[in-house]
């Protein structure tokens, strides 16, 4: 069964918790997968990708309820469901930080005491780092709109990243939505390795003066 196939069988199971899966942007991964692989320019310490922009033409997903996937984020397609979503991303070099722009929330009902959130996770899931949440005060519907968050500094630097959207309490949330103006995007710093430019650049001095000895 290829990954389409398995995308559509997981989003027919269960009452349809999730729809739209053949939509090319978006396909199901498993939870031991890494899809979402992202490749950082060598000489850059710092680096921006786009959720859903050109950096890839699939973005994967190992995890989701309540929604249909929609080419720059998803919808609701069930009120009565607690939706979620969660992206592993997977970097070419080790990161030493990770800064979140929250994408666009559209119409998004939270019910007094009850939450909406934004986790991160380096160790495939064991361990959670709130990056943003919101708690209901007043029953009523809001849209968010894209926050730069403050950089969460790593303590050991990692080649792996899950985002994680989620809601204590089922409500409706009518979409989200990434990409330029509406957010949702991802600024990491990475380790950078020597260009090879440069120290081939270093190895021809070094010889060069070699032979003026």
Request: aromatic letters at 12%; charged letters at 10%.
């Amino acid at each position: 069964m290829n990954a389409t196939a398995k995308s559509l069988l997981i989003a027919t199971m269960g009452s349809c918790l999730v729809s739209g899966s053949a939509n090319a942007a978006w396909a199901w991964e498993n939870q031991t997968s890494w899809n979402n692989s992202l490749a950082t320019p060598a000489q850059s310490t710092n680096y921006t990708f786009e959720i859903t922009g050109t950096a890839r033409t699939t973005w994967y997903w190992d995890d989701a309820a309540g929604i249909q996937f929609e080419t720059d984020g998803w919808k609701d397609i069930n009120s009565g469901i607690v939706k979620k979503e969660r992206m592993k991303f997977q970097f070419s070099q080790p990161i030493t930080s990770f800064q979140f722009t929250t994408p666009t929330m559209t119409t998004h009902g939270i019910y007094t005491g009850n939450a909406l959130h934004w986790d991160m996770s380096t160790d495939n899931g064991a361990t959670w780092t709130s990056l943003w949440s919101y708690t209901g005060t007043d029953n009523s519907y809001h849209t968010f709109n894209p926050q730069t968050l403050s950089a969460v500094q790593l303590a050991t630097p990692t080649t792996q990243i899950i985002l994680h959207y989620y809601q204590d309490v089922a409500s409706y949330c009518a979409a989200v939505h990434f990409t330029g103006a509406n957010g949702g995007s991802m600024t990491v710093t990475t380790i950078p390795e020597p260009a090879a430019a440069s120290l081939l650049a270093l190895a021809g001095l070094a010889g060069l003066a070699r032979r003026r000895r």
